[in-house]
Nanobody, 126 residues
Framework: EVQLQASGGGLVQAGGSLKLSCLVS????????IGWFRQAPEKEREGISC????????YYADSVKGRFTISSDNAKTTVYLQMNSLKPEDTAVYYC???????????????????WGRGTQVTVSS
């Protein structure tokens, strides 16, 4: 069973940057990818990015494309989310999860399964 823990959140001014980390354990060949999600107050959880373990391909939601970059270390024990040009609307609790993900008909999809783990708060001030 995959276990995940997100960290690295904080308070930053609009236009600033943060780098989140997701510590991953229990990931096996049967698992497809790790994805980042976020949930703002009174909004549904949103999948924003994922990275596949087989080919390293990364995918992004339109809301973060060009500003956020997902990556992983060589051992695939940590997945990072570099967030640049942050906006107040990026304020949310950020989570990582094991997912199946990719692009279909030009649209990003990321379907989580298993445990969510603890999220990390990102607050962007205007």
């Amino acid at each position: 069973e995959v276990q995940l823990q997100a960290s690295g959140g904080g308070l930053v001014q609009a236009g600033g940057s943060l780098k989140l980390s997701c510590l991953v354990s229990g990931f096996t060949r049967n698992d497809n990818a790790i994805g980042w999600f976020r949930q703002a107050p009174e909004k549904e959880r949103e999948g924003i990015s994922c990275i596949r373990s087989d080919d390293g391909r990364a995918y992004y939601a339109d809301s973060v494309k060009g500003r956020f970059t997902i990556s992983s270390d060589n051992a695939k024990t940590t997945v990072y989310l570099q967030m640049n040009s942050l906006k107040p609307e990026d304020t949310a609790v950020y989570y990582c999860a094991a997912v199946t993900c990719g692009s279909y008909a030009g649209s990003f999809f990321s379907n989580p399964y298993g445990n969510w783990g603890r999220g990390t708060q990102v607050t962007v001030s205007s």
